[in-house]
Nanobody
């Protein structure tokens, strides 16, 4: 599985960005797709994840109500719509895929995530 993240950039606080993660190499119908981020000097943290069918979603408390994760099966792509961005959202964002089709949504932050994309930089200015 190859994952290609894109859509990062520089935006002012309060603005929006949409990240995309294009998947190739395999049908991802049984995968859990996640977004993580890593800010300078900090550990990587879970942001959001979704079952490929879209039936299960889970968000970190820090982004709940501002970010929305979704899938487009026809395009084999996962999106992260980020609204009301804050300076503390500044980080490199990574998409990842995990082969745990039956995982409960509450377990999404703790899955292994077998495949990772290259990351896309998001910078939010104050």
């Amino acid at each position: 599985v190859q994952l290609q993240a894109s859509g990062g950039g520089l935006v002012q606080a309060g603005g929006s960005l949409r990240l995309s993660c294009a998947a190739s190499g395999r049908t991802l119908g049984s995968y859990i797709m996640g977004w993580f981020r890593q800010a300078p000097g900090k550990e990587r943290e879970f942001v959001a994840a979704i079952s490929w069918s879209g039936g299960r979603r889970y968000y970190a408390d820090s982004v709940k109500g501002r970010f929305t994760i979704s899938t487009d099966n026809a395009k084999n792509t996962v999106y992260l719509q980020m609204n009301s961005l804050k300076p503390e959202d500044t980080a490199v964002y990574y998409c990842a895929a995990d082969r745990s089709p039956t995982a409960l949504a509450t377990m999404f932050p703790y899955l292994i995530y077998d495949y990772w994309g290259q990351g896309t930089q998001v910078t939010v200015s104050s």
